[in-house]
């Protein structure tokens, strides 16, 4: 399984080949539509990554990815070019930077997340809030920032109709 920080720097770097300005917040409802769209064609049973997703008050985020990219506050996300990940060397476990490339997530996986994102990059981050505001997995814990739990997305996108919001088409409430 993906990590949410991969998926995220895949999501950065195919945002700025395609064009469309790509911010934290709009990168967190984009992930939050990637979970959807792996929950609803595995009938719940396969998420796109480990990381659970909470409800803030602009929506659904995954609060590591939300930190990792604090930094350029509400700018533009430039290409990532490296994830920092845990590696053994000279006897010890230590933080490195290492090259990220697209062919780190699996092809399968990236058919899908492309989809999700040629849908939904036409979009800017405060549209995508005000959708997710409209769907229940967020509605039903927005109160106390709590966890958007998979069985909650899976079970509102598998609903007649709704499946489509995940590739951009907004015309069923």
């Given at each position: 399984?993906?990590?949410?920080?991969?998926?995220?720097?895949?999501?950065?770097?195919?945002?700025?080949?395609?064009?469309?300005?790509?911010?934290?917040?709009?990168?967190?409802?984009?992930?939050?539509?990637?979970?959807?769209?792996?929950?609803?064609?595995?009938?719940?049973?396969?998420?796109?990554?480990?990381?659970?997703?909470?409800?803030?008050?602009?929506?659904?985020?995954?609060?590591?990815?939300?930190?990792?990219?604090?930094?350029?506050?509400g700018e533009h996300i430039?290409?990532?070019?490296?994830?920092?990940?845990?590696?053994?060397?000279?006897?010890?476990?230590?933080?490195?930077?290492?090259?990220?490339?697209?062919?780190?997530?699996?092809?399968?996986?990236?058919?899908?997340?492309?989809?999700?994102?040629?849908?939904?990059?036409?979009?800017?981050?405060?549209?995508?809030?005000?959708?997710?505001?409209?769907?229940?997995?967020?509605?039903?814990?927005?109160?106390?920032?709590g966890e958007i739990g998979?069985?909650?997305?899976y079970s509102y996108f598998?609903?007649?109709?709704?499946?489509?919001?995940?590739?951009?088409?907004?015309?069923?409430?």
């Amino acid at each position: 399984m993906n990590k949410a920080i991969e998926i995220s720097k895949y999501i950065v770097n195919y945002a700025n080949e395609k064009g469309p300005d790509i911010t934290n917040l709009k990168l967190q409802k984009l992930l939050y539509y990637v979970q959807a769209a792996f929950l609803l064609l595995s009938e719940g049973k396969e998420p796109c990554f480990s990381d659970k997703i909470v409800a803030w008050l602009h929506g659904p985020v995954v609060e590591n990815v939300y930190y990792e990219y604090s930094k350029y506050r509400g700018e533009h996300i430039p290409k990532q070019e490296s994830v920092r990940k845990i590696v053994y060397k000279n006897g010890k476990f230590d933080f490195d930077d290492i090259p990220f490339y697209a062919d780190d997530i699996p092809e399968k996986d990236r058919i899908i997340i492309d989809r999700v994102l040629d849908g939904l990059l036409k979009y800017d981050a405060w549209e995508l809030v005000r959708r997710t505001h409209e769907e229940q997995p967020w509605i039903q814990v927005k109160e106390t920032n709590g966890e958007i739990g998979r069985d909650s997305i899976y079970s509102y996108f598998k609903e007649a109709g709704r499946g489509k919001r995940i590739y951009g088409d907004f015309t069923e409430g």
